[in-house]
């Protein structure tokens, strides 16, 4: 089993979202481990009313316990999801973590706060990037210089941008993922090439076999 942890300082850049789209997005047997009190995830799942991906609430203590239940239980993939902050939760997901995924807004009050997760991620000694989030359409020389910004860190930016997309806002309150409720559109291709992505970076198969409301098929 691989370990994916959302990890960053400042709230509203999208690490729930990206969590559970990618949980979905996986086509595996997926775990979401959401240790943000608020407990955005769940209430997510509460929605969906469907048992694919696990969903569960935990807290700090609890996340190596059920990390080790969860790869027993043969599932090929854990997502953990952090509070944005940097306490204990932040810095048990990133020890226990594969790969680290930073989810940033392509803005300065955004890339500020990264140089405080730098020092989190950096100490964990575990492979992170950045990922642009919620970046504005034709934005290149934004991207650009966040880029810069980010790589003054000593940390990386992934390939894929997620763009600004009214997708994700319509999926939410009915528990669904893009690629469920708009499986054309270009919020779904973007969350695709992102799990392409990240496969590659854990070395995981794609060619997994999905479910998506009781139908398996090959994806």
């Known amino acids: 089993m691989k370990t994916i942890a959302l990890i960053a300082q400042k709230g509203g850049v999208g690490k729930t979202t990206i969590a559970v789209n990618l949980a979905v997005a996986a086509g595996m047997r997926t775990a979401l481990f959401d240790l943000d009190q608020q407990e955005s995830a769940v209430i997510w799942a509460d929605r969906r009313k469907d048992y694919v991906p696990h969903v569960e609430f935990l807290t700090e203590r609890r996340l190596s316990e059920a990390l080790k239940a969860a790869e027993a239980e043969d599932f090929d993939l854990s997502i953990i999801d952090t509070p944005p902050s940097a306490g204990p939760q932040a810095y048990s997901a990133a020890q226990a973590a594969d790969l680290i995924l930073i989810p940033c807004r392509p803005s300065l009050i955004d890339l500020d706060a990264i140089r405080r997760t730098s020092q989190l991620v950096k100490s964990a000694g575990v492979s992170a990037f950045v990922v642009f989030n919620a ?9 650009d210089d966040a880029r810069a910004i980010v ?17 994700y806002r319509s999926a939410w309150p009915v528990g669904k993922a893009v690629v469920e409720s708009d499986p054309k559109g270009k919020a779904a291709q973007e969350i695709a090439q992102l799990k ?16 998506i409301h009781g139908v398996d098929s090959n994806g």
Do not use: Y
């Open 196 to 211: 392409d992505w990240v496969f590659e970076q854990l070395q995981m198969c794609t060619t997994a076999r999905v479910h």
């Open 135 to 143: 970046a504005p359409h034709s934005a290149t020389t934004l991207l």
């Open 151 to 167: 790589e003054g860190t000593g940390l990386s930016t992934a390939p894929v941008v997620l763009r600004e997309r009214g997708a």
